[in-house]
């Protein structure tokens, strides 16, 4: 039901608290380094503080230089199900990317997708829509 789902997004997106969700492994081609660059910008310029977000990472604990971060580790479908639910915004920060299925995870869960224009991430989220091209590294 369109009119449903729309309903459900809008309920996340007015939420009072930020909870980012991050899925991924530690690995440079993940983009742990932009995630820690945009959640640093984020915090020094965004008009809502930044004291009601929380970045939740699922997966290896890698090295982030800002506060309000829980991590998680390795969790079981269920888990990681249930975390996706508690949270609004998933953000994949990936240099390199094929049909990541975190993506549809949190489609599925109605977050609002920040992604970068990599793999099929676009065809996904239809042109343009949450996306970003990156610029060199």
Same mark, same amino acid.
């Given at each position: ?12 997106? $007015?939420? @009072?608290?930020?909870?980012?969700? *991050?899925?991924?492994?530690?690995? %440079? ?8 660059? +945009?959640?640093?910008? *984020?915090?020094? !310029? ?18 982030? !230089?800002? %506060?309000?971060?829980?991590? +998680?580790?390795?969790?079981?479908? @269920? ?13 994949? *920060?990936?240099? /390199? ?5 975190? /993506? *549809? ?5 109605? !977050? $609002? %997708? ?12 239809? @042109? ?10």
């Amino acid at each position: 039901n369109p009119l449903k789902e729309r309903i459900v997004w809008e309920k996340k997106k $007015i939420n @009072k608290k930020l909870k980012i969700l *991050f899925v991924s492994r530690n690995d %440079p081609f993940k983009g742990t380094d932009l995630l820690n660059k +945009f959640l640093n910008y *984020f915090r020094l !310029n965004s008009e809502r503080k930044y004291s009601n977000t929380t970045v939740y990472i699922i997966g290896q604990k890698s090295r982030l !230089n800002i %506060p309000n971060v829980k991590f +998680f580790g390795t969790l079981s479908f @269920k888990e990681t199900e249930k975390i996706y639910k508690e949270t609004n915004i998933f953000a994949s *920060f990936s240099y /390199l990317e094929n049909t990541p299925n975190v /993506l *549809f995870e949190a489609l599925e869960a109605h !977050n $609002i %997708p920040l992604v970068t224009k990599v793999g099929d991430c676009e065809t996904i989220l239809k @042109k343009n829509q949450f996306l970003f091209s990156l610029c060199s590294r």
